[in-house]
T-cell receptor
Framework: AQSVAQPEDQVNVAEGNPLTVKCTYS??????LFWYVQYPNRGLQFLLK??????LVKGSYGFEAEFNKSQTSFHLKKPSALVSDSALYFC????????FGTGTRLQVFP | NAGVTQTPKFRVLKTGQSMTLLCAQD?????MYWYRQDPGMGLRLIHY???????AKGEVPDGYNVSRLKKQNFLLGLESAAPSQTSVYFC?????????????????FGPGTRLTVL
């Protein structure tokens, strides 16, 4: 069965520092991987996705994610964090439906 | 273009009561989904629909029913609410191809409905 894991419940980072939110996956076949963000009291918003091609995927709000097949990872990254990036981040893999990880809360401190 | 809208935003029910949550999308999407979000569990798919008049079960369908009589609407029903159904419910929609004709499966989410069952 397809699955994703987000090993960190919370990530804390100072504004201006680089951030990484981790995601590992388990799939049979080629993975279709996604990152979504959820701001307080809002629905999820699409950030980026990997289907095929370049291992470095660029998305919205300056985020990018690196697909690593050998490590079965799809970590979300940003070179310089903003306080406004504080939110709940979900990694997901597509089977016949989207399967979401449990989410990682990102807290960016001024 | 409102995207995906959900009504109501909040609701409190007593055990055994029934209610219907409405999801509407104005993007002409074929696929629609109902999820529930619970702390520490991420989002779990309740039911989904691949087109008008068709529905299918997701991961956690028990206690819920759905209907898709019109392409733009997807209704989620609770016939006899239980405290275990206290959750935040999200609707989403997606299409097979983008306006540019590219294959896509990005889902667009509504703002959610917070349901409490006492």
């Amino acid at each position: 069965a397809q699955s994703v894991a987000q090993p960190e419940d919370q990530v804390n980072v100072a504004e201006g520092n680089p951030l990484t939110v981790k995601c590992t996956y388990s799939v049979s076949g080629n993975p279709y991987l996604f990152w979504y963000v959820q701001y307080p009291n809002r629905g999820l918003q699409f950030l980026l996705k990997y289907i095929t091609g370049d291992n470095l995927v660029k998305g919205s709000y300056g985020f990018e994610a690196e697909f690593n097949k050998s490590q079965t990872s799809f970590h979300l990254k940003k070179p310089s964090a903003l306080v406004s990036d504080s939110a709940l981040y979900f990694c997901a893999v597509r089977d016949y439906k989207l399967i979401f990880g449990t989410g990682t809360r990102l807290q960016v401190f001024p | 273009n409102a995207g995906v809208t959900q009504t109501p935003k909040f609701r409190v029910l007593k055990t055994g009561q029934s209610m219907t949550l409405l999801c509407a999308q104005d993007m002409n999407h074929e696929y629609m989904y109902w999820y529930r979000q619970d702390p520490g569990m991420g989002l779990r798919l309740i039911h989904y629909s691949v087109g008008e008049g068709t529905t299918a079960k997701g991961e956690v369908p028990d206690g819920y029913n759905v209907s898709r009589l019109k392409k733009q609407n997807f209704l989620l029903g609770l016939e006899s609410a239980a405290p275990s159904q206290t959750s935040v419910y999200f609707c989403a929609s997606s299409t097979l191809r983008s306006r540019e004709g590219l294959l896509t499966d990005t889902q667009y989410f509504g703002p959610g409905t917070r349901l409490t069952v006492l």
